[in-house]
């Protein structure tokens, strides 16, 4: 028998982490240069270590759609084409291989995980900074290493948490298959 693309638990599951971003995006604050720093890349770690590269980038994807269309789940309450196309757009786009990556990296061993996370936060903070300067001329560079400090911080606890709600779940029998 012919799997589907996905069965409806995948997709209860996967609306569950969407609407997990979406709450952990408003809790922010501002750096110098107007880039919001938030929970949202917590997020994203935690939502590719769980769910893994398939669901985990479908979860991230439905967010963005779902703030592309006004929907203020992005930072500050902040939606709609506006927000993709802005200054802190690149960062939002970047979402996308960073939670790949890190469900790329959540089927192997714990140090390969947090690289496999930590190569996928590089990306997004590049595209970010590049789409950022194209948008409004100026570099973030002074923000960088705060920005990547915390980041950095709470990729770690994301992965390593991840993990462990992983486990529990698998054990209750909820079905991840980390695809």
């Known amino acids: 028998m012919k799997r589907k693309f996905l069965t409806t638990q995948e997709m ?37 270590t769980i769910l893994g590269k398939k669901s985990g980038f479908l979860s991230v994807f439905l967010y963005l759609l779902i703030g592309m269309v006004g929907i203020p789940v992005f930072a500050n309450f902040g939606g709609g084409i506006d927000a993709l196309v802005g200054p802190t757009g690149g960062y939002l786009f970047g979402f996308l291989p960073m939670v790949f990556l890190t469900g790329l990296g959540s089927r192997k061993t714990y140090p390969m995980g947090i ?30 290493p705060l920005m990547l400090a915390k980041d950095l911080v709470t990729t770690v606890v994301a992965v390593s948490l991840g993990r462990e709600i992983y486990k529990i779940l698998s054990r209750m029998s909820m079905g991840l298959n980390r695809s």
């Open 12 to 48: 209860v599951q996967i609306a569950l982490f969407t609407a997990i971003l979406a709450v952990l995006s408003q809790i922010s604050f501002m750096l110098p240069g107007g880039i919001p720093v938030t929970l949202q890349t917590f997020g994203i770690v935690l939502i590719g």
């Open 115 to 144: 690289s496999f996370s930590i190569i996928g936060l590089l990306i997004c903070h590049v595209m970010g900074l590049l789409f950022y300067y194209q948008i409004t001329g100026t570099w973030l560079l002074p923000s960088v």
